[in-house]
């Protein structure tokens, strides 16, 4: 099939460069999408900068992407063209080998990001038919994008969590992670604690649905945390180790610590005396799969969980990106087609 598509691919060491590239027909099991947003999320990094073993460049980076089908690879079933999709983490893996429906855990076991073939920072993708999500047609798709990630992220981590609604849970850090977090707490009927440095955040995690704020500059969260019972669930989303460490102090007996910030090689220091007598948790959490990013998009559709976001045009892309890897978005950055 002839024609051209325009994209950003990653050239290693943190370049990005606006390309033309062909329209390529997408082999079995995959089809062809025509991008119209898509989330520039901190894991891209990895693409951009280098890192993961085993990545080749040119790359076109993102993971979170809204599209139209617009065409099908041999074998696809069940969807159909036209069909407006979403591409997260699990499915950008269109040069291996395919997966049963929905299954993430190859990627898992095989250390993936979703950067070993290209992504969502173009007009045109690939994508395995089996790694893909309905979106709800009341979700606008610059919306939907973050929601594929850093929603599904939260999302998850809360629905799995050790917390029934009416308890407490603490959501660290009002961010591009948090800020969903605490609208998900919220709408699943807990009762939430926003934890974030400095006062001049207080009024919009309220907004958010967090019923009480703490500030973690001026108050010390475990033990405010105590005061109100103890929570039972804390999700961590600021990537700073010495912060997530001092968390424990405020869990519940039984209660769960649940790491969705990385904050890099630093390790997290616990005092097993804390864990053992008060039975207490900490776990990490990742993405998920395309069933648990349709629940997410569907539970985000129903209750009105939105993220809040910025949009460049595809052309901006470094732009984008820089303004992410420098903390200055509010609080997502999302490139949108046809601009």
Not at 31 to 44: K, L, M, N, S, W
Not at 80 to 95: E, I, N, P, Y
Not at 297 to 306: E, H, K, T, W, Y
Request: proline share 5%.
């Amino acid at each position: 099939m002839s024609g051209t598509y325009r994209a950003v691919q990653a050239l290693g060491s943190g370049k990005l460069q606006l390309v033309e590239l062909p329209l390529t027909t997408p082999p079995a099991g995959h089809v062809r999408i025509r991008v119209e947003a898509c989330g520039v999320c901190h894991t891209d990094a990895f693409t951009i900068e280098g890192g993961i073993p085993g990545l080749t460049y040119p790359r076109v980076p993102g993971h979170e992407v809204i599209g139209r089908i617009d065409l099908l690879g041999p074998g696809v079933d069940g969807w159909q063209v036209g069909q407006r999709v979403g591409v997260a983490f699990s499915a950008v893996t269109a040069d291996l080998p395919a997966l049963p429906a929905r299954d993430f855990a190859y990627c898992q076991r095989q250390g993936l990001s979703g950067a070993h073939s290209d992504g969502g920072y173009a007009e045109v993708m690939i994508a395995r038919a089996s790694g893909l999500a309905l979106i709800p047609e009341s979700l606008k798709s610059a919306d939907a994008a973050p929601l594929l990630c850093a929603g599904l992220t939260t999302f998850k981590a809360l629905r799995r969590s050790r917390a029934r609604p009416g308890e407490l849970v603490a959501i660290q850090g009002v961010g591009g992670l948090g800020h969903l977090g605490i609208q998900f707490a919220n709408r699943m009927g807990l009762r939430v604690a926003a934890l974030a440095r400095g006062s001049e955040k207080a009024d919009l995690a309220r907004q958010l649905g967090a019923h009480i704020y703490i500030d973690t500059t001026s108050q010390d969260a475990g033990a405010e945390l105590q005061k109100l019972g103890g929570a039972r669930v804390i999700l961590a989303t600021a990537a700073n180790s010495k912060s997530q460490s001092a968390l424990i102090a405020g869990l519940a007996p039984g209660g769960e610590l649940i790491i969705a910030g990385a904050g890099g090689e630093e390790p997290i220091s616990i005092s097993g005396t804390s864990l053992i007598f008060g039975e207490r948790t900490v776990t990490g959490t990742l993405t998920g799969t395309s069933m648990e990013s349709e629940d997410t998009l569907g539970f985000s559709a129903l209750l009105g969980v939105r993220p809040m976001i910025e949009t460049l045009p595809l052309a901006q892309a470094e732009q984008a990106y820089r303004r992410m890897l420098g903390n200055e978005a509010r609080f997502r950055m999302v490139l949108v087609t046809g601009q």
